[in-house]
């Protein structure tokens, strides 16, 4: 019997300013593919928190005159408050404050310096304070005397103090043995494989994995003059939540390997290659995959304060709604690419797809039972081939969903689902149901069985991405949450005649634009 465990996690966010659209969007993501996993019959782990350790926390606190902890309780409410706000579904919120984590991170340090994998050192280097990371010489430029990361934009500053060492150079080989034979698919998509095989195959320096220059963090143990680095101490969240370091725990037994971190690409080298060097030199058994997303972009350019172009998700949010965010992001971003984003996109989004579309199916469908058969299911009576062939259509396509899914192409997942949508609309418009009342009452009532059956599977399709609209649908239905399955759609008379259909409300609002 296959395993049906599964465990995703969104990046452990870094709480310094307020959630942005980036945020916004690595959390949807991953619920979906927490939310469909669960309707096909899965038992899921989602994970999602806050990194509160390190330099930037620390000084951003002293500039506020707050104590490091009340000011990071702060923060990280907002990002808890998030998750509520996007309708996410996470099983837990981790933080590394949480003592929980402090002894998955000591254990961690324990099994890296049992292995010998840590030693000590004097580290001189560019270190970036808001990204929290080091860079190479070849990694930094110089403008208007200032030096910057050429990945990430950000400062850099000449550091230079007694350090603990991870062997990372020694890990090289291993790592693209198992990037390259042993794990294949570990780093999707396959542009971002490219990008961490190319860069580990330059050679790997061996890795700075503690600070003295600062105290906010967790102790190096026996040498608390040392604070653990804040990778090593913000990867190790992943077990945490799964109370590590005890294996014979039950969430720890169950759920890893993780089947999936969803990340920006910005951080895919600390999660691709730092983090599964740690654990393989912790003997402790690798993540199945890791896949990187893009940015979200606004104007074509990454949004910024100084260009004016922020989208806010709780704005958006706030002026259409969060369904609307949810399905707009999944379909209008192409996953592992950079997306561009406008309120004019969105808007024609949420117009075509929902309002004119699944909308529009429902309402059509659910007033015309409403006048015709007093709002309860027909009986359906002799099914035609044109019938089987709609019925067939996504009952047939199940296979190929679930493997998009598990491939993370969700974008063609929706596509497909929206694509049903609009052959049920067809089915409808071309069947004609208000034409046949008048010469063959039998055959609407079929054609009413056959649709309303394709907007209950439908509905179950697209509940990982809009989930609050079609909870309302099958509400309508009266349909059990336990029966909201993906097994229930090959089930194409679930439906029972004269069951009531509910009146729900119009489901999305067609938006009119002002020019």
Known sequence: MPNKNFYITTPIYYPSGKPHMGHAYSSIIA????????????????????????????REAEKKSKDVKTFCDELSLKFKDLSTILNLSNDDFIRTTEKRHHISVLDIW??????????????????????????????????NNIKYSILSGSKVEWVEEDSYFFKLSAWQEKLLKFYENENPSFILPKSRKNEVVQFVKRGLKDLSVSRTSFSWGIPVPKNSKHVIYVWLDALTNYL??????????????????????????????????????????????????????????????????????????????KNFGVDELRYYLTKEVSLGNDGNISLDSL?????????????????????????????????????????????????????????????????????????????????????????????????????????????????????????????????AFGIDKNERQIKSIENSSFLKPGVLIKKTDILFKKIENDN
């Open 31 to 58: 619920d979906i593919f927490a939310r469909f996993k669960r309707i096909d019959g899965f038992n899921v782990m989602f994970l999602t928190g806050t990194d509160e350790h390190g330099l930037k926390m620390q």
């Open 110 to 143: 324990s099994r890296l310096e049992k292995s010998k994998d840590i030693y000590l050192a004097k580290y001189k280097g560019w270190y970036s304070v808001s990204d929290e990371a080091y860079y190479d010489e070849d990694e930094i430029e110089t403008k």
């Open 347 to 475: 808007t024609n989004c949420i117009n075509n797809d929902l309002a004119n579309n699944y909308g529009n199916l429902c309402q059509r469908v659910f007033s015309f039972l409403k006048k015709n058969c007093d709002s309860k299911v027909p009986a359906c009576n002799k099914i035609q081939k044109e019938d089987e062939i709609l019925l067939n259509n996504i009952i047939n396509y199940l296979p190929k969903l679930k493997n998009l899914i598990d491939n993370q192409e969700i974008n063609l997942y929706l596509k497909k689902v929206i694509e049903f949508s609009f052959e049920a609309n067809k089915y409808f418009n071309d069947l004609a149901p208000w034409e046949l009342k008048k010469n063959n009452p039998q055959r609407m009532n079929t054609v009413l069985y056959v649709v309303l059956n394709q907007i209950r599977s439908i509905s179950i399709l697209l509940y990982p991405i809009i989930p609050i609209s079609t909870s309302k649908v099958l509400d």
């Open 240 to 317: 945490s939540a799964l109370n590590f370091p005890n294996t014979d725990d039950k969430k720890y037994k169950s759920f890893w390997p993780a089947d999936v971190h969803i990340i920006g690409k910005d951080i895919l080298r600390f999660h691709a290659i730092y983090w599964p060097a740690f654990l393989m030199a912790a003997k402790i058994p690798l993540p199945k995959r890791v896949y990187g997303h893009g940015w979200i972009l606004s104007d074509e350019k990454k949004m910024s304060k100084s260009l004016g172009n922020i989208l806010d998700p709780l704005e958006i949010i």
